[in-house]
Each structure stands twice: as C-alpha cells, then as structure tokens.
C-alpha cells in the first residue's frame, strides 16, 4: 500500500492550509546543509537535532552505492505524541503544524516515547544563550518562518532541492504536483499517524532499510562528542 500513497484528506480545519514536505531522495546528496541550518535557525545544542540525514551504503566494492534520507518530525495529521501528552503541551495548530507549548511542558517523555519516529528529544538545563531548556522540543516545520512567507530553513538551505515545502490544500503548489505525479511513501504507514512527510523514488525496503541505519556520520560525531564533555555535568541532570 505505501508505495504510490497519495494523500489522504486534511484532519485540518477546511479552508485552512495543510502544509506538507516532500523528500525527492533521487536529490539528496547527504552535504547536511539542511541539518547545519536547522541547528542554526534553533540554536538547537550539541547532541539532539530537530532533523538528520540517514547515511547507509549498500552493495560491494567497486558496485557500491551511498543512500541518504533526511528525516525530521512528520507533523502527522494523526499525531500520537498529541494524544499522549498529558498537558496538552503538544498539539496540532490547524494549518497541520504539531507545536510545543514549553510553558506546559512538564519533560515527563510520554510524547517522546509515544512518537515512533524518534522525532523528538528533550533540551538540556541551563543553556548560554537561550532560556528554553529541559524540556522536550522537536521540528516545528519553522511555523514561525512560515507565517512570514518563508521557507523552512532546511528547505531554503537544501542544495539539491530534496526538500520542497508547501501547502497540499492548493493544487497548484508544488507538494501537490509532486505527490500527484510520483509515487511517494511515507514512514510507518501502518502506525495510522498520517506523516506530511512525502518521499519520492524509494522502494518501501530500501526506506525501511536507510531509516533503520545509524545516523550520519556528521550527527555521530556531534553526539560523542556532547556525550563526552557532558557526561556527569550538573547542567545536564536528568537529560544524559
Ligand atoms: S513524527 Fe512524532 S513528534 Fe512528529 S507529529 Fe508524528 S508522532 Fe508527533
Ligand atoms: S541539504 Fe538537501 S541535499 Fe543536503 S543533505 Fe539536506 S536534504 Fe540532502
């Protein structure tokens, strides 16, 4: 069923916009300006990330091939993390963002366990420069940028243009085009969560394959690195 998805009809108020992102893997060439941009826009600290792009090689010397799939929050249209928040300090605004109100959130994990993307993650105590911290934040499809008229930051900086964003409620956008004139799949079709998320080109396998691999090589270093100078730090009680 997933491959050739299109997509289902809005959760969303009707005459609202229903923004969606499409992934064109054939595109992607893994430079991580998207993940480097993303850190910027949030400040986002060393060790989480709002979004990464997977890394997985494939085949045998010299038939080798390097596959990437840039992953982010799906802002589900049926979004278990909402569901399961206790405070409703998560919900879905109704242009299809999934937001966090941090001034409720009480970091008891639940979202980030009910989430099965592993889309989410909890900000360290104490930061330098921003006050947000010790609580659970994750992508926020830049709503704030949006509202302005701007692309996601990940989708302004993306060099081969992977990411498009848009609203799937105009036909005329191009998330509509694209999901109307290729296959695309979504992760974990079967959660019944409705990702906005569109990937064109893979086969189902080779999707689940490259989201089940290890993050990328950028992301690993940056986490041992965090995990190394901050293991045991008073700053991060509770977070590591
Ligand atoms: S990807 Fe996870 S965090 Fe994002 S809306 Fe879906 S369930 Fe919630
Ligand atoms: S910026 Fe675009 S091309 Fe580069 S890694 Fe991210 S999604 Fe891929």
């Known amino acids: 069923m997933p491959v050739g998805l299109q997509a289902e009809p809005s959760l969303g108020v009707p005459g609202k916009k229903r923004w969606a992102m499409v992934v064109d893997l054939r595109r992607c060439i893994g430079c991580m300006a998207c993940v480097c941009a993303d850190k910027a826009e949030y400040d986002v600290p060393l060790g989480v990330w709002r979004t990464i792009v997977k890394v997985k090689d494939t085949g045998h010397y010299p038939n080798t091939k390097r596959h990437f799939m840039p992953r982010l929050c799906n802002h589900c249209d049926n979004p278990?993390?909402?569901?399961?928040?206790?405070?409703?300090?998560?919900?879905?605004?109704?242009?299809?963002?999934?937001?966090?109100?941090?001034?409720?959130?009480?970091?008891?994990?639940?979202?980030i366990a009910a989430c099965p993307y592993n889309a989410r993650h909890v900000l360290p105590k104490n930061r330098d420069r921003v006050k947000i911290g010790g609580v659970v934040d994750k992508c926020t499809f830049c709503s704030h940028r949006v509202e302005k008229g701007l692309a996601?930051?990940?989708?302004?900086?993306c060099l081969g243009r992977s990411r498009i964003f848009g609203d799937l409620n105009d036909p005329d956008s191009e998330v509509s085009k694209l999901v109307a004139r290729h296959k695309t799949v979504v992760l974990k079709p079967?959660?019944?969560?409705?990702?906005?998320?569109?990937?064109?080109?893979?086969?189902?396998?080779?999707?689940?394959?490259?989201?089940?691999?290890?993050?990328?090589?950028?992301?690993?270093?940056?986490?041992?690195?965090?995990?190394?100078h901050n293991r045991g730090s008073k700053f991060f009680s509770g977070v590591l």
């Open 152 to 157: 996601p930051a990940c989708v302004q900086t």
């Open 190 to 228: 079967e959660k019944g969560t409705r990702p906005q998320v569109y990937y064109i080109k893979p086969e189902r396998a080779q999707t689940e394959q490259v989201f089940a691999a290890p993050q990328s090589y950028a992301a690993r270093s940056d986490s041992e690195a965090f995990y190394k």
């Open 80 to 111: 278990p993390c909402v569901r399961n928040c206790p405070t409703e300090a998560t919900y879905k605004h109704e242009d299809g963002f999934v937001l966090q109100r941090y001034e409720r959130c009480i970091a008891c994990r639940t979202c």
